[in-house]
């Protein structure tokens, strides 16, 4: 866990970033921990090798364009992953010269109802869904939020929502495209826990055999704070904590 909705996966030869920088917490969530800021542009351990980034939205406490041109400076062979609205703000941004960086961003370029954007590259498979933001049909109509599910070598997959409306109406549109693939592990926001929909959203359209909430307000790394409706579900509160999905056979 990074922090907020940040999240490292790492399978094999295989590390994923889901919204790894950013830098606005605007006075609630966790911010990614400095050293764990240096050690993703370094290339430190274990982040020594990036494989894809992807991005699920373009708010400052989700993604930050100057820090993602930094690390795909920092990491020559990287893949960004990510709407256009963001891919946009690093054009604007970036300075003469970094037109190798946009070789390898991928505009995840999807509006309401569009069918699911492929993602292949190498060992990763995958497939990406627009889903509004929270607040939908009110609020923040303009954001392109990108859930993903992301596969490396067939054998490990991960859903990470962005900030998804929790409304069945939404994974309807494409429940055969969500029934197609099994699912290992789903990072939802954590509201989909206290929500009706939420739940039935996660229990019959991903379908994943593990949920662990994100965007997890920081006040509520202390357990004591954890509202009653919420105690029973996994959140990732603290930056650097983890999870394992897989045991060796001995």
């Not at 041109?69 to 990491?75: G, Y």
């Not at 939908?136 to 067939?154: E, F, H, K, S, Y």
């Not at 994943?208 to 919420?230: C, E, F, Q």
């Amino acid at each position: 866990y990074l922090a907020n909705e940040g999240v490292a996966v790492f399978h094999e030869d295989t590390t994923l970033l889901f919204d790894p920088l950013f830098r606005n917490d605007f006075g609630i969530y966790a911010l990614v921990p400095d050293s764990t800021r240096e050690a993703l542009f370094g290339g430190a351990a274990p982040f020594q090798n990036i494989t894809a980034v992807f991005v699920s939205h373009y708010h400052g406490d989700h993604f930050d364009p100057a820090d993602m041109l930094r690390l795909l400076t920092q990491h020559k062979t990287t893949k960004l992953y990510g709407p256009q609205q963001a891919i946009d703000a690093m054009r604007d941004a970036a300075g003469p010269n970094r037109d190798a960086i946009f070789e390898r961003t991928i505009a995840l370029e999807l509006s309401y109802e569009d069918g699911p954007q492929v993602i292949q590259s190498g060992l990763i498979q995958g497939e990406a869904f627009f889903v509004p933001h929270s607040g939908w049909p009110v609020r923040l109509t303009d954001v392109q939020n990108i859930a993903c599910r992301v596969t490396v070598g067939n054998e490990a997959s991960v859903v990470h929502l962005g900030d998804a409306d929790p409304n069945l109406v939404h994974f309807e549109l494409h429940r055969e495209q969500w029934h197609q693939h099994s699912t290992d592990v789903a990072l939802p926001p954590y509201w989909f826990f206290n929500s009706r929909m939420g739940n039935q959203i996660l229990d019959e359209y991903v379908r994943p055999d593990r949920s662990i909430g994100i965007h997890v307000p920081s006040s509520l790394a202390d357990p004591a704070k954890v509202p009653a409706d919420l105690r029973d579900y996994d959140l990732f509160t603290k930056p650097g904590e983890t999870r394992k999905f897989a045991s060796s056979p001995e």
